[in-house]
């Protein structure tokens, strides 16, 4: 399984969960997979999804919000794991894409393709709830099998990144429509 299919699986997972989605290629994938306003396509902050979804989460304690971040981009961010562990928002669900790859800049190796688990790293942070998956097949059951807390979960893939259309919204719109959606 590539990111693609497995955003594709996620996507087919949805009922009406808010979505942080992480810089670049899973955006664009996402947008071409399922656009709608609650997908929040984060741009120019690589790392932050999951600050992002964080503070989504605490703010808008009645709507589930999970956060589709990646590998690399968590690298960049270990901190946001024990913020959001010690806080324990319960209408969060942090999913990481590891293809042990920067697919957005070309495919260079993360350290997930060596020695690092960024699973263990959640543990360490405090996480309680950690799921790894390496099935496309086991994404929508566990997803749809969720109940409310704050879960860490790891999706194992290839790398690649799939041929799709850029996303054609302005930051503006994507910003506009996504706090309307949160408004409702
Ligand atoms: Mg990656």
């Known amino acids: 399984m590539k990111r693609f299919d497995a955003i594709k699986r996620i996507v087919e997972s949805l009922s009406n969960e808010l979505i942080i989605c992480n810089i670049g290629a899973p955006s664009r994938e996402l947008y071409n997979?399922?656009?709608?306003?609650?997908?929040?396509?984060?741009?120019?902050?690589?790392g932050l999804a999951s600050s992002i979804a964080f503070g989504l989460a605490l703010s808008r304690p009645r709507k589930k919000v999970?956060?589709?971040?990646?590998?690399?981009?968590?690298?960049?961010?270990?901190?946001s794991l024990s913020t959001i562990a010690n806080n324990q928002p319960k209408n969060l669900t942090l999913?990481?894409?590891?293809?042990?790859?920067?697919?957005?800049t070309g495919n260079q190796k993360t350290y997930t393709s060596k020695k690092t688990?960024?699973?263990?790293?959640?543990?360490?942070?405090?996480?309680?709830?950690?799921?790894v998956i390496n099935n496309e097949e086991d994404i929508i059951p566990i997803l749809k099998g969720l109940e409310m807390g704050c879960h860490f979960?790891?999706?194992?893939?290839l790398p690649g990144n799939?041929?799709?259309?850029?996303?054609?919204?302005?930051?503006?719109?994507?910003?506009?429509?996504?706090?309307?959606?949160?408004s409702r």
């Open 153 to 157: 979960i790891k999706i194992n893939t």
């Open 33 to 46: 997979i399922k656009d709608r306003a609650e997908n929040f396509y984060m741009l120019g902050s690589m």
């Open 66 to 79: 999970w956060c589709i971040d990646g590998d690399g981009s968590l690298l960049m961010n270990l901190g």
């Open 117 to 131: 688990k960024l699973e263990t790293i959640a543990k360490g942070a405090g996480f309680e709830s950690i799921t």
């Open 162 to 182: 799939a041929q799709v259309e850029n996303i054609p919204l302005k930051p503006e719109e994507i910003k506009n429509r996504f706090i309307d959606s949160i």
């Open 95 to 104: 999913i990481v894409i590891d293809n042990g790859s920067y697919g957005s």
